[in-house]
């Protein structure tokens, strides 16, 4: 990290992706538009493979292949925040990895996430740490039902957590979730939820793009719309959290910051849930919708290069194309204004992201 400021690629550059699901692909794909290569590195073959100019398959544990990754690229960044700490530190003792090993450790755990969150004086979920039945049960008292058990690491989706109601067996729902080290969250009676997605670059630029409101369906994102329907002390303190959260981890890249919504004597408050140290789903819309796109910011911002303009080009709707829905292909390929992005995965299995499409209603209208 010492040498950071000092890296600044030039076109024909190559950056080093960890992970090679849908958000390196469409990483790939704009650092491409900017003249710079990608090389992708993860265990198995996935989306950003087909569009990459180089490709390593190999364990994130392998230093071999680590080592002859790093020797190949000029910055590694990641898609994904669940790169195991040993590949982000070995990595980093070579080249700039960033995001930061700092922000990846904070982002991958909630306990530390929410604690560290909480630490810049900044609200979460009320919650305390399980690692035993007895700490679940002690965690129940304090905190009262309905309560949500997740796992410290690796969660993601809705996968990993389970709700408790008044009743339900403790020792049953620890068992759930493996009896993993996890944290014990409040329920909170949000009115919405709503997003930051935002780029901090290496010399403490900030850039936001517009609020954005989401919507899930089994626990997966379905529909996001920009801007966020709050009002607008609202948006502008969901702008100042972030750029807390982001500068206290001299950040840089792309960061997103989920909140809750939640109205506090008829006032709207805003509640962190989590971060994510990386491009996140509800900022898919900025490739079609902002004057610059959540990817190209992020390659941007490691590169080394100043943050483009996050303006947006009208009112907003992306929604997920999961499972089957992606088969409605035809269909939106024949609706005008709307974009539709394939991630080229062979098998539409239930409750995995096929693809997505963006609609972008220009706010003027022409005769
Ligand atoms: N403490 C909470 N109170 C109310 N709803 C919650 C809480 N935590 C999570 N949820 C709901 O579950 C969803 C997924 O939880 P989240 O912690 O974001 O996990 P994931 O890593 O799967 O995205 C949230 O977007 C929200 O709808
Ligand atoms: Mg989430």
């Known amino acids: ?187 909170v009676p949000f009115v919405s939820e709503v997003s930051v997605v935002a780029a901090r670059s290496v010399d403490g630029a900030f850039a936001a793009f517009d609020l954005n409101q989401n919507e899930h369906a089994d626990h997966i994102l379905s529909v996001t719309f920009a801007p966020a329907s709050v009002a607008p002390a609202t948006a502008t303190r969901a702008f100042e959290i972030a750029r807390a959260i982001a500068d206290a981890l001299d950040y840089v890249g792309v960061i997103a910051v989920e909140l809750f919504v939640v109205i506090d004597h008829g006032v709207e408050r805003l509640i962190v849930n989590e971060i994510a140290p990386r491009v996140h789903n509800s900022g898919h819309w900025t490739i079609d919708g902002a004057e610059c796109s959540q990817f190209e910011q992020h390659v941007r911002a490691v590169s080394g290069w100043p943050l483009g303009s996050p303006r947006i080009r009208g009112r907003i709707e992306m929604r997920n194309l999961i499972g089957d829905e992606a088969l409605d292909w035809p269909a939106i390929l024949a609706e005008p204004g709307a974009y539709l992005h394939l991630y080229g995965k062979h098998e539409a299995r239930a409750g995995r992201k096929m693809g997505h499409v963006t609609r972008v209603f220009k706010t003027i209208t022409r005769d």
């Open 1 to 187: 990290m010492a040498n950071r400021k000092a890296t600044r690629l030039e076109p024909g550059d190559t950056i080093g992706v960890l992970g090679s699901g849908q958000l390196g692909r469409m990483l790939a794909m704009a650092a491409a538009r900017l003249g710079l290569k990608t090389h992708i590195y993860c265990p198995e073959s996935g989306p950003a493979f087909d569009v990459a100019a180089a490709r390593t398959i190999a364990a994130y544990d392998d230093d071999a292949a680590l080592s002859a990754f790093a020797a190949k690229v000029k910055v590694v960044t990641y898609e994904f925040e669940n790169v195991p700490s040993h590949t982000a530190e070995f990595l980093a003792a070579r080249l700039p990895v960033h995001p930061n090993a700092f922000a990846l450790a904070t982002a991958q755990d909630r306990f530390a996430e929410k604690t560290f969150i909480n630490g810049l004086g900044i609200a979460t979920a009320p919650f305390a740490a399980v690692d035993t039945v007895g700490d679940l049960r002690a965690a129940l008292a304090a905190l009262g039902h309905p309560a949500i058990l997740k796992t410290r690491r690796m969660g993601y989706d809705g996968k990993g957590q389970i709700m408790i109601r008044d009743g339900d067996d403790p020792a049953a729902a620890f068992a759930t979730i493996g009896e993993q080290p996890a944290i014990l969250e409040g329920l």
